[in-house]
């Protein structure tokens, strides 16, 4: 089974940027597709962006033209670059592995992401 570990989350002012990393420990990291969610208070968690073992994407209308996934297969990371970053993104992000056998999957523990106005 994979396991995953977000780093990069913290306080930022609106317009400022972050990015976000997870790291996967599993010697098959390319056979997952990555993704990114997050989850604001009081709100249900929404999809964010993804990206396949080919670096194929797509990314959620609400952060299109902002946010940016990415993803580094010999270091069994994912990124999530976030820019122009508004009060409304504030939520914690969580990060997904799924195999693409869909047979197994993984969330991570989320990392906090606070836009201040």
């Known amino acids: 089974q994979v396991q995953l570990v977000e780093s990069g989350g913290g306080l930022v002012q609106a317009g400022g940027s972050l990015r976000l990393s997870c790291a996967a420990s599993t010697l098959a990291f390319i056979s997952y597709r990555m993704s990114w969610y997050r989850q604001a208070p009081g709100k249900e968690r929404e999809f964010v962006a993804a990206?396949?073992?080919?670096?194929?994407?797509n990314v959620a209308d609400s952060v299109k033209g902002r946010f940016a996934i990415s993803r580094d297969n010999a270091a069994n990371t994912v990124y999530l670059q976030m820019n122009s970053l508004k009060p409304e993104d504030t939520a914690v992000y969580y990060c997904k592995a799924v195999h693409s056998s869909g047979r197994y999957f993984a969330w991570g523990q989320g990392t906090q992401v606070t836009v201040s106005s």
């Open positions: 990206i396949t073992s080919t670096s194929s994407t």
